[in-house]
């Protein structure tokens, strides 16, 4: 498994940003009135890795023009040596698109942290791989890393065909593809049928595979060990099998 030398981007990955609110001082949210503001998405976070040692990194996304906390995004970006492409989308008025919420806490003591995700009218469910000149992207500039997230893949019908397109252009110009499984269950919800099989198209595109024993279990449906470890050799040659 060889990274295409001489890529611009080290990694590149497909991603809604959002924002997310955290109350100082390891508050709880409910009791506090001054928050940290950041710009985030678990998909950044893994770019955030490579880009702070000093590799450029490239997010591929959607923005609500004329937005101030889509400035903020791009600013915050900006900043963490992570190159951007993606369209201003119209916000369509108050009720139209936004960038998501995720308002969070830290814990506390015996205070577990707690996460509120707030995603109605996410922009970032309208994600179009017509958005993005994969050509330049993978061919021309260059990319070591293709990332893709489960979480994204399973959002929207539109995200699905989006990543679907993404890691088979990828290939072609000789790009590594990174698929993180990371199931969510209420994103599956109604699909499970059509993302059972377009999480398999995108894992025979993937040069590594990422995910727990659950992700494989219910996203690909692998059986897992039984209780007590039984038959636990035969059960992880099957799980070699699927990325052989």
Same mark, same amino acid.
């Given at each position: ?8 981007? !080290? ?35 893994? #770019? ?63 205070? !577990? ?15 179009? !791989? ?7 992207? +993978? ?26 397109? #993404? ?31 377009? +999480? ?10 990422? %995910?727990?024993?659950?992700? +494989?279990? #219910? ?9 007590? %470890?039984?038959? #636990? ?12």
């Amino acid at each position: 498994m060889k990274v295409k030398k001489n890529a611009r981007y !080290a990694v590149a990955c497909l991603s809604s940003m959002g924002l997310r609110i955290t109350p100082e001082n390891r508050m709880a949210v409910q009791n506090s009135n001054r928050f940290l503001l950041q710009a985030t998405s678990a998909e950044t976070n893994v #770019l955030n890795v490579t880009s702070s040692l000093g590799p450029e990194c490239l997010v591929m996304t959607r923005f609500v023009a004329g937005s101030p906390m889509a400035a903020f995004i791009k600013a915050q970006l900006r900043a963490r040596n992570i190159s951007y492409v993606g369209p201003d989308v119209p916000q369509g008025g108050p009720w139209g698109y936004r960038h998501q919420f995720n308002i969070a806490d830290s814990g506390f003591g015996l205070r !577990a942290p707690r996460v509120w995700n707030d995603r109605a009218g996410e922009v970032g469910r309208t994600l179009d !791989a017509k958005d993005y000149d994969t050509a330049k992207i +993978f061919g021309k500039d260059g990319v070591g890393i293709l990332h893709l997230s489960g979480l994204i893949a399973a959002m929207s019908p539109e995200t699905t065909k989006c990543c679907l397109k #993404l890691a088979a252009d990828a290939k072609k110009h000789g790009v590594l593809v990174s698929f993180d499984l990371n199931y969510r269950a209420t994103f599956w919800k109604g699909r499970e049928a059509e993302l059972s099989k377009a +999480f398999h198209k995108i894992a025979s595109c993937a040069d590594i595979l990422v %995910g727990n024993e659950e992700d +494989f279990q #219910l996203c690909l449906g692998f059986k897992g060990p039984e209780a007590g %470890g039984k038959d #636990l050799g035969g059960k992880i040659g099957r799980f070699k099998e699927m990325i052989v």
